[in-house]
């Protein structure tokens, strides 16, 4: 009896040693970079708990994000700019979302944009090219002012900044 439930531990610690090293391997692959063991746990274990979290039950059913209007894009712009090391973002297609109740006075954000690289120089021409080079994703905390709904500089992250191929 003993036998039949340590062969069933030995086949879940497998599963996760095997599970774990194609996640490395396919960040290596992808990235083309070591991988961030140390991140990609700490990813792992926070989307789990996240998962777990009975604070959490609203965030599991499904719902569509609520566009929001911000009256600082430009300085939420150059925020962007700073923390994800581009040359540029596009303020005009900046898509600011939130799940949150709009109702209340303070609110979570999601902010995506798209950003641009600096121009490639070749045989000493510039080329520079309309075509943004990355996807910046990013999330902050937002509250109501007397101008409207304003972000925190402070509390924005970047999520994500995904390369953009043509």
């Known amino acids: 009896?003993?036998?039949?439930?340590?062969?069933?531990?030995?086949?879940?610690?497998?599963?996760?040693?095997?599970?774990?090293?194609?996640?490395?391997?396919?960040?290596?692959?992808?990235t083309a970079e070591a991988p961030n063991v140390q991140g990609l746990i700490d990813m792992q274990i926070d989307k789990?708990?996240?998962?777990?979290?009975p604070e959490?039950?609203?965030?599991?059913?499904?719902?569509?994000?609520?566009?929001v209007t911000i009256s600082n894009k430009k300085d939420v712009a150059m925020q962007l700019e700073n923390l994800s090391k581009v040359d540029g973002v596009n303020v005009e297609s900046m898509n600011v979302t939130t799940r949150d109740d709009t109702g209340n006075e303070n609110i979570t954000v999601s902010?995506?944009?798209?950003?641009?690289a600096s121009?490639?120089?070749?045989s000493g021409?510039?080329?520079i090219?309309?075509?943004?080079?990355?996807?910046?994703?990013?999330?902050?905390?937002?509250?109501?002012?007397?101008?409207?709904?304003?972000?925190?500089?402070?509390s924005i992250t970047i999520t994500s900044v995904l390369k953009l191929y043509q």
């Open 1 to 30: 009896m003993a036998n039949k439930y340590i062969r069933i531990i030995l086949i879940i610690i497998l599963f996760v040693v095997f599970f774990e090293v194609g996640l490395f391997s396919s960040y290596t692959i992808v």
């Open 48 to 53: 789990i708990t996240n998962f777990f979290n």
């Open 56 to 67: 959490k039950v609203n965030d599991a059913l499904i719902k569509d994000p609520t566009p």
């Open 111 to 116: 902010i995506e944009a798209l950003g641009y």
């Open 119 to 122: 121009p490639n120089s070749t």
């Open 125 to 127: 021409q510039i080329v």
């Open 129 to 154: 090219s309309q075509d943004p080079s990355y996807k910046i994703i990013a999330a902050g905390d937002a509250t109501f002012k007397g101008s409207g709904l304003r972000v925190n500089l402070n």
